[in-house]
């Protein structure tokens, strides 16, 4: 027992060194929710009476300095734009908590960038600046998230909220493709993270925290394509207005040196774990557990779809990420969209998502009206979830409503 005890401490040892200055697959950062804040652009209409556009946006700065300055898209103040700024009688608003906001003022815009920038009469203590990195190729598939404050998270589900920085709403995706904009030449992110009506403005940041984009629309066209502004139409608007900023440091932060002790040091420990493995005559069961290991790897690395096999949706798929789907008819809230008067599909019908660790799909009934029900007929009950392997099927009311479970 003890030699197993040395043996599982060398290893960890191993495999802690080995990871040295290798990119680490991280959850969202929560940090981003410190530099977030839910925007309200006002303007007068023709009564005189005030109307208001709601938006996010996100602070900018010096690291570790209390910010003033907030980046958001150009189209959630184009109606106080419109209005003649403050002397038509427009307001802009940015609300820290419930009962606490306060007045911004426009700095600088570009309609065909469809970025804004804004101001607080002074520094704020209550959020903290953003730093930013610009989207590369090699970023192609890596994990994104969207932060922002849709208005349908709020209509959806009549939750109390302060509209606080832990009311935001973070959806996650994968970056499907970086693009330049014919016409208007705009660097643009196309990513699946899904986005709403009060979503624009916000940040599209990576697992580091790092905001690479602007939130700014979904495509009409398809579900599943969603879009911000790089990065990199940001810079030369903070750049002309004199504000500062932060950028994250440069990959491959980790010196040579550092790397190299510490590759010497896993080369030895290496060689002590062969040693004692070779002695103990455990070789067979070391890789048994490797191919254990990798084999659960893999499986984590799979990308779980949906496809509806629907008329209506010509075989369309659906990439699923870490947060649950929701299927039916309301389009403010659900990935897979069925048209108004399907039969046997309600506003909200179902939710599937996927385990990884276990290798499933998860699916649940949201208490519809004529059922969810597995390949063979069988109707699942309401709240009670039902784990499916992949190559599976269910529908929602009638067959003709088919959706395909499977990864690839």
């Not at 502004?229 to 940001?234: A, D, K, P, Q």
């Not at 002695?279 to 779980?304: H, I, L, T």
């Not at 990935?335 to 699916?363: I, K, M, N």
């Amino acid at each position: 027992m003890k030699r197993v005890r040395m043996y599982l401490a060398v290893l960890a040892a191993v495999v802690l060194l080995g990871t040295a200055g290798r990119p680490v697959m991280a959850a969202f950062d929560q940090g981003v929710l410190d530099g977030i804040v839910l925007l309200y652009a006002g303007a007068p209409d023709a009564g005189g009476e005030m109307s208001y556009l709601r938006g996010t946006g996100f602070f900018v700065g010096e690291a570790g300095e209390d910010p003033q300055y907030i980046v958001t898209n150009c189209h959630v103040v184009e109606d106080f734009i419109l209005a003649g700024k403050a002397l038509g009688g427009g307001e802009l608003r940015v609300v820290f908590d419930k009962d606490d906001e306060e007045e911004a003022y426009l700095v600088d815009y570009d309609y065909e960038k469809d970025i804004a920038l804004l101001k607080l009469a002074e520094p704020t203590d209550k959020r903290s600046p953003l730093l930013m990195r610009e989207p590369e190729e090699g970023m192609l598939g890596d994990e994104v998230y969207a932060v922002g404050y849709p208005l349908a998270a709020d209509v959806t589900v009549q939750a109390v909220t302060s509209y606080s920085k832990s009311d935001a709403t973070v959806t996650t995706g994968s970056i499907s493709r970086l693009l330049t904009e014919s016409g208007t030449g705009r660097k643009l992110i196309q990513t699946d993270a899904a986005l709403s009506g009060g979503n624009s403005g916000g940040p599209l940041t990576d697992s580091d925290g790092m905001v690479l984009g602007v939130n700014t629309y979904a495509s009409e066209l398809d579900q599943n394509l969603f879009y911000a502004v790089s990065v990199g139409e940001i810079l030369p608007m903070l750049q002309r207005n004199n504000i500062d900023y932060a950028m994250a440091p440069a990959s491959g932060g980790i010196s040579m040196v550092a790397l190299a002790a510490g590759g010497g040091a896993v080369v030895i420990l290496l060689i002590v774990v062969i040693l004692l493995i070779s002695r103990s005559g455990k070789k067979k069961k070391a890789a048994k557990a490797a191919a254990q290991q990798a084999a659960q790897q893999s499986n984590r690395e799979k990308s779980p779809f949906l496809r509806s096999a629907a008329p209506q949706h010509g075989n369309l798929v659906v990439q699923l990420h870490r947060q649950p789907v929701q299927l039916g008819r309301d389009s403010a809230t659900c990935r897979l969209v069925y048209q108004d008067g399907t039969p046997g599909v309600s506003s909200h019908h179902c939710q599937v998502y996927y385990d990884a660790q276990e290798g499933v799909f998860v699916v649940t009934d949201l208490h519809s009206t004529y059922g969810t029900f597995l390949a063979g007929g069988q109707r699942i009950a309401p709240e009670s979830p039902v784990k499916l392997p992949p190559k599976s099927a269910i529908y929602l009311g009638e067959v003709e409503n088919t959706v395909y479970l499977d990864v690839e």
